[in-house]
C-alpha cells in the first residue's frame, strides 16, 4: 500500500502516553481521511439545509449531495436499483428494520431462522425478538473446529420450513469470510431470503449484491472511513415495497388525512424525519476514497498484513490465535495466556497501541470458544508492518511484565 495513504488521516499523526499512536481497532470503528473530513466541513459550511423539501438554492444543493451519496452507495455494492438503498444509522438499525418489518410479517409459528452462533448482537438479538413474538424457531448452522461453515451442514440447517437465512459476511471475531454466495443459493432452493451483515466485509472487499443474490444486505459508514451514525440497507425492490415502514412522521408520507395516511415510494418510505445529510455526504466521500484507492488493492494489502500478523504473534510463547491459520481480513483474536485481555489492551494502552479487548458484542461465540473474552488486533488499508512489529514487541514485554500469569 502507498505510504502517502497513512499521511491522509489527520489522527494517526500523534502521540499517545508518549509513543506514536498505532491504531488496531478499525474492526470497530475505522479513522478518517481528511477528504471525508473536508467534504463534511463543506456541507455544512455551503449546503447545510433539509432535504426534498425546499426550492431554495441550498435545499436544492444538500438534496442533490444526499442522494448522490444514495447513488453512491447503490454504485459500490451493485444495486441493480439507487432505490434500493435505504439510509440508516448503521448496520445495526438496517438489520432491525429487516426484523421488524419483513420478519414480522412474514414467519409464523413452525417458521424457521437460521444464524449462527458467530453473529455479532446486532444480527442475533433482533431474530431472537422475531422468534420470540411470531414462534418461531432459531436454529444455528454448525461451526467447524476452526470457525468455519460447512456447506453440508448449511444444507442440513436450512429446510423447506425455513423463512430467513442470516449471517454475517465476514466475521469479527474470527476474521473468516463465509460462503454467503452459496449459502444464498441454499437458501432460495428452500424458499427462504437471505440477510447479510456486510459491517465487516464492505470496508475491505469488492461487493456485488447482485452477485452475492442476497435479498438484504447491511452495512455501516463509520467502519469504511466514513461517519458515525450513518450506513445503508440495500433490499431487493419488491421485497421493499412489500414492507411496511416502522417510522412514521415527515418525509416519508404521500398523502396524510385525519384517520389515515400512505407512504411515498422507494426508497423514501423508511426514510421518516430529517435524514443524516451530513452522515450521507461523508459516506458519499468515503466511498470516492476507497475506489480511488481500489477495494482489490485494499483487500490484497490486509490479506498480506494479517499473514504477516498471524506468522509473528504465533511467535509469542502462550499466545493463542482463535480462528483459521489463514485469513483474508485484517482480524487477528487473540488471548496472551491467563493475562486477561482488558489488563492486555491497557497494558499496549501504555505504549500508544489501541487494541479491542471483550467479547466484542459476540457472547455466544465467546463461550463456543470457551472464554469469556479475547483481545482483538484489526488492520485497515493505513497499516502497515511496523504497526504489527510494535504490537509484537509490546505484548512480548506484557507477557514479561505479568510474568507467571501467561
Same mark, same amino acid.
Given at each position: 500500500?502507498? %505510504?502517502?495513504?497513512?499521511?491522509?488521516? %489527520?489522527?494517526?499523526?500523534?502521540?499517545?502516553?508518549?509513543?506514536?499512536?498505532?491504531?488496531?481497532?478499525?474492526?470497530?470503528?475505522?479513522?478518517?481521511?481528511?477528504?471525508?473530513?473536508?467534504?463534511?466541513?463543506?456541507?455544512?459550511?455551503?449546503?447545510?439545509?433539509?432535504?426534498?423539501?425546499?426550492?431554495?438554492?441550498?435545499?436544492?444543493?444538500?438534496?442533490?449531495?444526499?442522494?448522490?451519496?444514495?447513488?453512491?452507495?447503490?454504485?459500490?455494492?451493485?444495486?441493480?436499483?439507487?432505490?434500493?438503498?435505504?439510509?440508516?444509522?448503521?448496520?445495526?438499525?438496517?438489520?432491525?428494520?429487516?426484523?421488524?418489518?419483513?420478519?414480522?410479517? @412474514?414467519?409464523?409459528?413452525?417458521?424457521?431462522?437460521?444464524?449462527?452462533?458467530? +453473529?455479532?448482537?446486532?444480527?442475533?438479538?433482533?431474530?431472537?425478538?422475531?422468534?420470540?413474538?411470531?414462534?418461531?424457531?432459531?436454529?444455528?448452522?454448525?461451526?467447524?473446529?476452526?470457525?468455519?461453515?460447512?456447506?453440508?451442514?448449511?444444507?442440513?440447517?436450512?429446510?423447506?420450513?425455513?423463512?430467513?437465512?442470516?449471517?454475517?459476511?465476514?466475521?469479527?471475531?474470527?476474521?473468516?469470510?463465509?460462503?454467503?454466495?452459496?449459502?444464498?443459493?441454499?437458501?432460495?432452493?428452500? !424458499?427462504?431470503?437471505?440477510?447479510?451483515?456486510?459491517?465487516?466485509?464492505?470496508?475491505?472487499?469488492?461487493?456485488?449484491?447482485?452477485?452475492?443474490?442476497?435479498?438484504?444486505?447491511?452495512?455501516?459508514?463509520?467502519?469504511?472511513?466514513?461517519?458515525?451514525?450513518?450506513?445503508?440497507?440495500?433490499?431487493?425492490?419488491?421485497?421493499?415495497?412489500?414492507?411496511?415502514?416502522?417510522?412514521?412522521?415527515?418525509?416519508?408520507?404521500?398523502?396524510? !388525512?385525519?384517520?389515515?395516511?400512505?407512504?411515498?415510494?422507494?426508497?423514501?418510505?423508511?426514510?421518516?424525519?430529517?435524514?443524516?445529510?451530513?452522515?450521507?455526504?461523508?459516506?458519499?466521500?468515503?466511498?470516492?476514497?476507497?475506489?480511488?484507492?481500489?477495494?482489490?488493492?485494499?483487500?490484497?494489502? +490486509?490479506?498480506?498484513?494479517?499473514?504477516?500478523?498471524?506468522?509473528?504473534?504465533?511467535?509469542?510463547?502462550?499466545?493463542?490465535?482463535?480462528?483459521?491459520?489463514?485469513?483474508?481480513?485484517?482480524?487477528?483474536?487473540? @488471548? &496472551?495466556?491467563?493475562?486477561?485481555?482488558?489488563?492486555?489492551?491497557?497494558?499496549?494502552?501504555?505504549?500508544?497501541?489501541?487494541?479491542?479487548?471483550?467479547?466484542?458484542?459476540?457472547? %455466544?461465540?465467546?463461550?463456543?470458544?470457551?472464554?469469556?473474552?479475547?483481545?482483538?488486533?484489526?488492520?485497515? &488499508?493505513?497499516?502497515?508492518?511496523?504497526?504489527?512489529?510494535?504490537?509484537?514487541?509490546?505484548?512480548?514485554?506484557?507477557? +514479561?511484565?505479568?510474568?507467571?500469569?501467561?
Amino acid at each position: 500500500m502507498n %505510504p502517502s495513504i497513512r499521511e491522509q488521516f %489527520p489522527i494517526l499523526h500523534q502521540e499517545i502516553n508518549g509513543h506514536p499512536l498505532v491504531y488496531l481497532d478499525s474492526a470497530a470503528t475505522s479513522q478518517k481521511p481528511r477528504a471525508v473530513i473536508d467534504a463534511v466541513k463543506h456541507y455544512y459550511e455551503y449546503e447545510n439545509s433539509n432535504v426534498h423539501r425546499g426550492v431554495h438554492t441550498l435545499g436544492s444543493r444538500a438534496t442533490d449531495a444526499y442522494e448522490g451519496a444514495r447513488e453512491k452507495v447503490a454504485k459500490f455494492i451493485n444495486a441493480r436499483r439507487t432505490q434500493e438503498i435505504i439510509f440508516t444509522r448503521g448496520t445495526t438499525t438496517a438489520l432491525n428494520l429487516v426484523a421488524s418489518s419483513y420478519a414480522r410479517a @412474514n414467519c409464523k409459528e413452525g417458521d424457521e431462522i437460521v444464524i449462527t452462533q458467530m +453473529e455479532h448482537h446486532s444480527n442475533l438479538i433482533p431474530w431472537q425478538q422475531v422468534a420470540k413474538e411470531t414462534g418461531a424457531t432459531l436454529k444455528y448452522i454448525p461451526l467447524q473446529p476452526d470457525g468455519h461453515i460447512e456447506l453440508s451442514d448449511v444444507e442440513q440447517t436450512i429446510t423447506s420450513r425455513t423463512k430467513i437465512v442470516a449471517i454475517a459476511y465476514v466475521s469479527n471475531v474470527m476474521g473468516l469470510v463465509h460462503p454467503v454466495k452459496q449459502i444464498a443459493e441454499i437458501a432460495h432452493r428452500n !424458499g427462504a431470503i437471505i440477510v447479510v451483515d456486510g459491517a465487516q466485509s464492505t470496508p475491505h472487499m469488492k461487493v456485488d449484491v447482485q452477485d452475492l443474490d442476497c435479498d438484504f444486505y447491511a452495512l455501516s459508514g463509520h467502519k469504511m472511513c466514513g461517519p458515525t451514525g450513518i450506513g445503508a440497507l440495500y433490499g431487493k425492490k419488491a421485497l421493499l415495497e412489500s414492507m411496511e415502514p416502522i417510522e412514521f412522521g415527515g418525509e416519508m408520507i404521500n398523502d396524510v !388525512g385525519l384517520y389515515d395516511s400512505n407512504w411515498k415510494e422507494l426508497p423514501w418510505k423508511f426514510e421518516g424525519g430529517t435524514p443524516i445529510i451530513a452522515g450521507a455526504v461523508g459516506l458519499g466521500a468515503a466511498i470516492d476514497f476507497l475506489e480511488q484507492i481500489g477495494m482489490d488493492e485494499i483487500a490484497h494489502h +490486509e490479506g498480506v498484513l494479517a499473514a504477516y500478523a498471524t506468522e509473528r504473534l504465533s511467535e509469542i510463547d502462550g499466545l493463542r490465535i482463535y480462528g483459521p491459520a489463514k485469513r483474508h481480513v485484517g482480524v487477528v483474536t487473540f @488471548n &496472551l495466556g491467563d493475562v486477561h485481555p482488558h489488563d492486555v489492551a491497557t497494558v499496549l494502552d501504555a505504549s500508544g497501541i489501541a487494541i479491542r479487548a471483550g467479547h466484542h458484542c459476540c457472547q %455466544p461465540l465467546m463461550r463456543w470458544l470457551e472464554v469469556s473474552s479475547t483481545a482483538r488486533a484489526s488492520f485497515y &488499508l493505513y497499516n502497515n508492518e511496523q504497526d504489527v512489529d510494535r504490537l509484537v514487541s509490546a505484548l512480548i514485554q506484557t507477557k +514479561e511484565y505479568f510474568g507467571d500469569a501467561t
